[in-house]
């Protein structure tokens, strides 16, 4: 089993910046990969940013050059660096994980809403 926690959400305006954070714990040498996905009520699940064990990270085309996504392997935590936030990166967020053996975990979601 594998526990996550999100850290980092909150309210942002336009142009500005906010850092989410996830921490896994557990067996946490079981999983394969990570990453953040978001919700919006009436709207289809998106996956915003993976990173790989090895490093390679993925991004959805809407936050390529503004979401950076990031991992401390000595903490077994997970970073969203989001910049340039626009109105409709309001969702809620929350942190995924992959095993190996493909069972997915997920934490509580934090919610970011962007508005002036």
């Known amino acids: 089993q594998v526990q996550l926690v999100e850290f980092g959400g909150g309210l942002v305006q336009p142009g500005g910046s906010l850092r989410l954070s996830c921490a896994a714990s557990?067996?946490?040498?079981?999983?394969?990969?990570m990453g953040w996905y978001r919700q919006v009520p009436g709207k289809e699940r998106e996956v915003v940013a993976h990173?790989?064990?090895?490093?390679?990270?993925n991004y959805v085309d809407s936050v390529k050059g503004r979401f950076t996504i990031s991992r401390d392997s000595a903490k077994n935590t997970v970073y969203l660096q989001m910049s340039s936030l626009k109105p409709e990166d309001t969702a809620v967020y929350y942190c995924?994980?992959?095993?190996?053996?493909?069972?997915?975990?997920w934490g509580q979601g934090t919610q970011v809403t962007v508005s002036s």
């Open positions: 990173i790989t064990n090895s490093g390679s990270t």
């Open positions: 995924y994980a992959v095993a190996f053996n493909s069972i997915g975990y």
């Open positions: 557990g067996s946490t040498f079981s999983l394969n990969g």
